[in-house]
């Protein structure tokens, strides 16, 4: 058996933690560049295998690529709380496709925690696909259910929990350090590019107990 690989001696590693933190929420998108179906179904290929309490495995999706439905679907959505001066993408900066996550939140031990898990499988997989996405949990849910056909008894078991929002991005994403005062809100530069603070390790990894090397920030 092979020894692992220190992190920082790993190509995989490195492409990983690219993948990770390259995939920003994106919330400006180049609208009139389709997304296929067949890519909506490669991510959820990859949402469906992922960890779930229990093996439980409550979620299902509903996946639009339809520009009319895609209509339909964008006014009950809530874009970026902290830009209390944008309105949301205008057209043509709109989302190209959409991957509705629904619950059956009763056969479930962790219905929360399987949502996080597979709603960020599919952000990674689309930003490897070199999409956008923007998981969106601020929603009408009765708006959205209409417009994706999920207002039929056959679907009522099922709560709709997240709308996933895809498509070419057309923004400029920047990680930022939260600064000395503490604050984490987003923000645009002048330019308009997308700034998201983040905290630092030391201040989230609260122990690190045993020796060996350790990583300098
Ligand atoms: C569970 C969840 C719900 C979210 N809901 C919304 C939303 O309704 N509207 C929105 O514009 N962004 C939403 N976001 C995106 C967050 O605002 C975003 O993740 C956060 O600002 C950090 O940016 P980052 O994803 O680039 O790290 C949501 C993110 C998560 C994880």
């Known amino acids: 058996m092979t020894k692992p690989q220190s992190p920082a001696q790993s190509p995989d590693f490195a492409a990983f933690a690219q993948t990770v933190r390259g995939a920003r929420t994106c919330r400006r998108f180049r609208e009139s560049a389709a997304v296929s179906l067949a890519t909506l179904q490669a991510l959820v290929d990859t949402a469906r295998v992922c960890p779930s309490g229990a093996n439980r495995q409550p979620l299902r999706y509903a996946a639009c690529a339809d520009p009319a439905r895609n209509a339909a679907v964008f006014p009950h959505l809530r874009w970026a709380a902290y830009l209390k001066d944008w309105g949301g993408p ?10 509705a996550v629904l619950c059956d939140k009763k056969g479930s031990p962790t219905p929360e925690i399987d949502l996080g898990i597979a709603a960020q499988t599919i952000q990674l997989g689309a930003h490897a696909l070199g999409l956008g996405c ?39 994403r920047v990680l930022d350090a939260v600064g000395d005062d503490g604050d984490i809100r987003y923000h645009r530069d002048a330019d308009g590019a997308h700034h998201v603070p983040k905290r630092s390790l030391s201040s989230v990894l609260l122990l690190a107990h045993g020796g060996g090397d350790v990583m300098t920030e």
């Open 90 to 99: 205008l057209p043509g900066e709109r989302p190209a496709a959409y991957i």
């Open 134 to 172: 923007c998981m969106i949990g601020a929603f009408d849910r009765d708006g959205v259910r209409a417009a994706l056909g999920l207002d039929t008894p056959n679907f009522a078991n099922l709560d709709l929990v997240l709308v996933l929002a895809l498509g070419v991005p057309a923004e400029t």
